[in-house]
């Protein structure tokens, strides 16, 4: 994967975290 992979990995993880 590339940066962008990661990051939006990480934001997912967020928003998960969010609606949850």
Do not use: K, P
Request: hydrophobic share 30%; no cysteine.
């Amino acid at each position: 994967g590339g940066m962008s992979n990661e990051m939006y990995n990480t934001i997912a993880r967020v928003t998960d975290g969010i609606y949850e």
